[in-house]
């Protein structure tokens, strides 16, 4: 048997995960553990180089991994960590900058996008003010895929862009210090683009506001509240012409749901009634709500219950953090010795 894969990725802090967070990235992240060993970090460093609160980001990062555990990814065969425990990937992020051109970095996209918005959202009398972390991000990004020699990292498209940067550094580092890293491949595997049920021409957002949202661990009365108003068809045709089948946003959306929660054959079926003219939308909603309902309430108590017997938390992401550093920090002695590097004293 072919060694497994050693797959690896990162996902933001953030206090509440919704049900956009789960169905685009951490359902597939969950898949991936029965064929692959896996590591999944929760970025708090990369967090930083956006606008923060620090008591907000300690809260934030705590409760992300929370919602990891709860949502099924399992510390028994999976690291799962918190970023800013395993302080050997910002070092290797500083060895991997001599490595990385600074042209390539100044034209990473979202650095472009993300310094772009910064300058536009400030009083001009503030001064715009681009930290360099926002320029360094992709490096610390390469370090983190890097530091565990990951052979796939699940991502989504707008992420392209950074992988290839990793594979750059990988490469440059292979050729100049002799084989240390596997270039990591994307591993773009169909994930779903859940829409705002208030807004369906908008992706789920918190930052659209309470209505927009649907948090995983959300009470049951709450996800069938918002599925029940949940927008349709507003009176505009199908978009698209006839040929084109492709429903509403908005019940595009509420099939995609049902779907991503495993009832493929309803969504099937329902989607050809809605083509038919034959669809009641009541009838739509009912069984998507049913279906979140049924998948996140098992969420919702696993959550409780991490949290009642968790009584050190912070403990745990300790725990959590060793287990990520001893890979690391395999790595990084690798990595030092072939860079010309000192360990620092024992
Ligand atoms: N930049 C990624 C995002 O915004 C998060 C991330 C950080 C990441 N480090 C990573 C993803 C390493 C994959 C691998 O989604």
């Known amino acids: 048997m072919p060694p497994r894969?050693?797959?690896?990725?990162?996902?933001?802090?953030?206090?509440?995960?919704?049900?956009?967070?789960?169905?685009?990235?951490?359902?597939?992240?969950?898949?991936?553990?029965?064929?692959?060993?896996?590591?999944?970090?929760?970025?708090?460093?990369?967090?930083?180089?956006?606008?923060?609160?620090?008591?907000?980001?300690?809260?934030a990062s705590t409760e992300m991994f929370v919602s990891l555990l709860a949502a099924g990814i399992d510390p028994d065969r999976t690291i799962v960590y918190i970023q800013s425990t395993v302080p050997e990937q910002t070092e290797l992020c500083w060895m991997l900058a001599t490595l990385t051109s600074l042209g390539d970095l100044s034209r990473?996209?979202?650095?472009?996008?993300?310094?772009?918005?910064?300058?536009?959202?400030?009083?001009?009398?503030?001064?715009?003010?681009?930290?360099?972390?926002?320029?360094?991000?992709?490096?610390?990004?390469?370090?983190?895929?890097?530091?565990?020699?990951?052979d796939c990292v699940p991502v989504g498209q707008d992420q392209s862009q950074h992988l290839e940067l990793s594979r750059g550094?990988?490469?440059?580092?292979?050729?100049?210090?002799?084989?240390?890293?596997?270039?990591?491949?994307?591993?773009?595997?169909?994930?779903?683009?859940?829409?705002?049920t208030a807004d369906p021409t908008r992706k789920m957002s918190k930052s659209l506001g309470p209505k927009h949202?649907?948090?995983?661990?959300?009470?049951?009365?709450?996800?069938?509240?918002?599925?029940?108003?949940?927008?349709?068809?507003?009176?505009?045709a199908?978009?698209?012409?006839?040929?084109?089948?492709?429903?509403?946003?908005?019940?595009?959306?509420?099939?995609?749901?049902?779907?991503?929660?495993?009832h493929r054959d309803d969504a099937k079926r329902m989607r050809e009634d809605y083509f038919a003219g034959t669809l009641r939308y009541v009838d739509l909603k009912g069984l998507t709500a049913d279906a979140l309902v049924a998948l996140t309430s098992?969420?919702?108590?696993?959550?409780?219950?991490?949290?009642?017997?968790?009584?050190?938390?912070?403990?745990?992401?300790?725990?959590?953090g060793e287990r990520a550093r001893a890979v690391a920090g395999e790595t990084l002695a690798l990595a030092r010795e072939k860079m010309g590097t000192f360990a620092p004293p024992a």
């Open 213 to 236: 949202y649907i948090g995983l661990f959300e009470e049951e009365d709450s996800i069938r509240r918002k599925i029940r108003s949940a927008v349709t068809d507003s009176g505009a």
């Open 238 to 262: 199908p978009v698209g012409g006839a040929g084109d089948r492709q429903a509403s946003p908005g019940i595009e959306n509420l099939l995609t749901l049902l779907a991503a929660c495993g």
């Open 5 to 59: 894969k050693r797959v690896y990725s990162g996902i933001q802090p953030t206090a509440v995960m919704t049900i956009g967070n789960y169905f685009g990235a951490v359902q597939n992240w969950v898949r991936l553990q029965d064929e692959c060993d896996c590591v999944y970090c929760v970025v708090d460093l990369h967090a930083m180089t956006a606008p923060y609160d620090a008591a907000e980001l300690r809260h």
């Open 298 to 320: 098992e969420m919702r108590d696993r959550r409780a219950d991490i949290l009642r017997r968790e009584t050190d938390l912070e403990g745990r992401i300790m725990e959590m």
């Open 108 to 150: 990473m996209t979202q650095f472009k996008e993300k310094s772009g918005l910064l300058k536009d959202g400030l009083a001009e009398d503030d001064g715009a003010f681009i930290s360099a972390g926002l320029l360094f991000y992709p490096v610390l990004q390469a370090a983190d895929i890097l530091a565990y020699r990951a």
């Open 169 to 196: 550094i990988a490469k440059r580092f292979n050729s100049r210090f002799g084989y240390l890293f596997p270039e990591p491949e994307t591993l773009h595997t169909p994930i779903t683009k859940v829409l705002s």
